[in-house]
């Protein structure tokens, strides 16, 4: 029997308790023993740490209390530097409004004994409310537009070979990470403070010569609704967000004219949405009018 690798579940909590608790409790019926849950509270504002401190005398987990939310980013990067810390082999970062497979974590890493060897790896991601409906099944990062697919987004699910794919984007929903490899890529960008930051991962990783993998046959369940429409699954938060990183991070990885496809294509691609999801206009002037004056981390507009 092979020895597991000892791995630091990372859980960013803010004003999401009950499903963080949840996502605890599906944790700790994994078949994989070999693991340590740190949840962070990205100081939420609700009752969520007088919950979590109830839960931590049931199950043991360590709790990490924030003094202040500076985003999806650094609430990461501070369960990273724990995980370091307790002397873990692999970051897993996860949702905390996912649940897994119990046998979810064994396979990523019956995946990474093969032949993943220090490559980051990730699973494939159904819907919580529709777990025959896809939510990510592989992604790709296209280098002239700085377009993000997530392949099989809303199709149906069927059960796929035990081979994993090489692929150029993993979400931040779920991303298992090899200790080894930090102290190259560094740790993630908070400039981003909400969206995108995943993006820049990946891209930082490939720089890196590191490749990414999709494991089909390790399966999680993300709770986002699959029957809504894009539009209601963006709040204004997330349309502002999402517009402002993205010119942000194409003026990052971008020189001169290399910017200006990526710069059309988003624009176009957004008022697109504006047209056919109901997207708002307003959001998409918001978030790039803040890009150009250089307005990074968490905005002060009433999103």
């Not at 409004?97 to 119990?102: A, F, G, H, I």
């Not at 930090?182 to 010569?209: A, H, M, S, V, W």
């Not at 502002?240 to 990885?253: A, C, Q, S, T």
């Not at 697109?272 to 968490?298: A, N, Q, S, T």
Request: net charge positive; aromatic share 14%; with cysteine.
């Amino acid at each position: 029997m092979m020895e597991e690798a000892f791995i630091g579940i990372v859980l960013v909590n803010y004003n999401g308790v009950k499903d963080t608790i949840e996502c605890i409790d599906s944790l700790k019926k994994m078949t994989y023993s070999n693991y340590r849950i740190i949840v962070v509270d990205n100081n939420s504002s609700d009752n969520s740490l007088k919950i979590l401190h109830e839960k931590k005398e049931e199950i043991d987990f360590e709790l990490l209390e924030l003094n202040e939310n500076k985003g999806f980013s650094a609430g990461n990067n501070a369960g990273i530097r724990l995980a370091f810390e307790l002397g873990v082999k692999y970051i897993l970062l996860l949702n905390n409004d996912t649940l897994v497979e119990p046998d979810f974590l064994k396979k990523l890493m019956v995946a990474e004994k093969n032949i993943l060897v220090n490559s980051v790896m990730t699973s494939t991601i159904l819907y919580a409310d529709n777990k025959e409906k896809i939510w990510y099944a592989g992604g790709s990062y296209d280098l002239k537009t700085s377009k993000v697919s997530q392949w099989g987004m809303g199709k149906q699910w069927f059960p796929m070979r035990d081979k994993w794919v090489e692929v150029t984007f993993i979400s931040g929903c779920c991303m298992c990470i090899p200790v080894s490899i930090i102290p190259n890529i560094g740790f993630l960008d908070e400039d981003y403070f909400l969206y995108e930051e995943d993006t820049d991962y990946c891209i930082r990783i490939r720089q890196k010569g590191i490749k990414l993998y999709y494991v089909p046959n390790a399966v999680i369940y993300h709770k986002v609704s699959s029957s809504t429409s894009k539009a209601e699954k963006m709040s204004g938060t997330t349309q502002y967000y999402m517009v402002r990183n993205k010119y942000f991070l194409i003026k990052k990885y971008y020189k001169g004219r290399y910017r200006i496809i990526p710069y059309i294509h988003s624009f176009m691609m957004y008022s697109y949405y504006c047209l056919r999801y109901g997207m708002e206009m307003k959001y998409i002037m918001w978030g790039i009018y803040d890009f150009w004056r250089g307005k990074m981390h968490k905005t002060n507009r009433k999103l």
